[in-house]
């Protein structure tokens, strides 16, 4: 490594909330198996960037995707300011002291944020660092980086999902350990061992060779060391370096050595949705004098944690504000002994003595013991049955089936999309959740309809009636039928289609059907005995005709007009009072299916993935 130059792409925190590429090119499509043995993106419209002594790379990094997306969808090189974007990841990462940054704290400035262009914050990297981070941010600033946001951002992992992140997005950031990087390709360790920290760079292409009788695959990324960083004695190498591009292998930094790759796309709602829905679970114990993403979790979790004296545990505050920073201080030490104390794990001694104060085993267990799924409510429990029962969750050898039908296979009771759900084992290979156990895939049905109706879904809103869920969960355009559904379901939980389904959660939706906003009188509303004698009459007497019209049409093989009307009113009024009886709305009802073969039914395609 060249001693000109400071790293300081700090590592991120595991953070089981995180939505691996490979879930996002699922739930779009996009074949994650398939590649081209070269793929290499065109990014000479770019200006190679130098953050000389200044452990800034993540901004660098950073700044240049952003360049990139932008070129691609205007078709214009805008210059972003990465000391801009730098600045805001300093002011949120709660270390400013350290040179570096948190490459997940810029991804989600990235997407709420976005980053200014140059030209309002000029990025000067020959400042001495105290300067280099004085920026104001004014409200110039704020509109020019609204501009250039990501919409947004999933992590790649694998050597599938680096390729796939280069076939779809053409670049994305990655942190890679620098060792020897005095030559190509670089090194994630020095040859005694060591290496010398961690390093953002932006990756923008692949190439599979063959070298020694096996495939390797050589990654090309765009450095921020300026031009000939590193030098070769190779003409192909020496050209790479005259613009600021190196190369790794993947064999000699897949285990450990890459981290954090972080590509940003726009992202199905329903995958938003799921991960926003996750508690989070703290990887690791935690002692005062840490840092980390984990550590900024725990001063949030804390600060909805209630203390013995009623308050907040965690109570730092700036000009009066709660602020969350990614150290362990005294105050978050202080936050923990409060947590401690009102959960009876102790209340007394120290750290070190009896554990008073730090993130040990037992109150790690008692962070992360907090339920996942919300409580159901008893009308919530009859709306996934419902669901159950049309998207048909049939056993073996029942209705048809006899191996039994895909959601009953699946443990998948409401037809639920894969999208990397934690609770789900894999993809069927057709789209849709298989999960361990029929408990695992009932409570991520009823997951995803408390997210809908508490208003935790960008996708359905808690004042969506019945029907207007439906026509987002089952769409017409995927051939399917939303208001027989939403009628079959609205009678099996004995609610309207008009009801708004915040008010089944709460459990507290009606079952008064309305049109036009008047209510139909159901059967059992009727309470005059002489209307009901009138009626069974009007419908005995009609039964008796058209059995006499059928009987004499079956003897002169004729079928007069007569006969069909008489016949059609007898079918008319039937249905007329069964739908009074059953409270129906006037609608076609769903027919189910006659199952021959066992296959699935064909007319129904679920949307569970929403």
Known sequence: MSNKHRIGALLNTEDNRDIPLAAVARAIGVDTATHPKKNITDISMLAVEDQE???????????????????????????????????????????PNEQGTYPRIAAAIKVSTGIPREALVKDDNSLPYAEYLNVE??????????????????????????????????????????????????????????????????????????????????????????LKWAKSKKSADKKLLEKGIGYFYWDEFAAGWYRDGIVYLDMPNEIIDYAKAQTYIFPRQLDKGMDGTDVMELQKRLAKETAKDGLPCFRYKVNGVVSYTTYFGDYTEQAVQRYQAAKGIVSSGTPKTTGYGRVGAKTLAALNSQPVTPTSTKLLD????????????????????????????????GNIRFIGQKRALRDDGTGFCVFASYADGRAELIDLLVRAATGKSSIYKPDDTLLQFYEKYAPTSDGNYPASYAQAVARMIGVSINSKIKDIYAGTATAAATVAGATIPS?????????????????????????????????????????????????????????YYFGYKGEQQPVTPVIESGEEPAGHLPYGGK
């Not at 790649?156 to 053409?170: G, H, N, R, S």
């Not at 029962?389 to 009771?413: A, D, L, V």
Request: aromatic fraction near 12%; proline fraction near 2%.
């Open 382 to 413: 009859k709306w996934a049955d419902a669901i159950q029962s049309f998207e048909g969750w049939f056993p073996k050898g029942t209705n048809g089936y006899p191996n039994g039908s895909k959601s009953w296979r699946n443990n998948n009771p």
């Open 53 to 95: 002594d200044k452990g800034t790379c993540v901004g660098q990094s950073e700044g240049k995707s952003a360049e990139f997306q932008n070129f691609v969808e205007t078709g214009k090189v805008v210059r972003l300011s990465k000391r801009g974007l730098y600045k805001l990841c300093k002011m949120q990462d709660g270390i």
């Open 137 to 226: 941010i004014t409200n110039d600033f704020k509109t020019s980086a609204s501009e250039f946001r990501s919409k947004g951002y999933s992590f790649v992992t694998t050597l599938d999902e680096l390729k796939t992140a280069i076939d779809v997005t053409k670049v994305f950031n990655a942190t890679l350990f620098v060792g020897d990087w005095s030559t190509l390709p670089v090194k994630p360790t020095e040859a005694d061992g060591t290496f010398d920290g961690t390093h953002r760079i932006m990756v923008f292409g692949y190439e599979d060779v063959e070298e020694g009788g096996k495939t390797r695959t050589k990654v090309y990324f765009l450095n921020s060391w300026g």
């Open 523 to 579: 059967m059992k509303n009727i309470t005059s005995s002489a209307t009901k004698i009138v009626l069974l009459y009007i419908v005995g007497i009609l039964g008796l005709l058209a059995l006499a019209a059928g009987m004499y049409s079956i003897l002169t093989e004729t079928f007069s007009e007569a006969a069909k009307i008489v016949l059609a009113s007898f079918t008319g009024s039937v249905t007329f009072l069964l739908g």
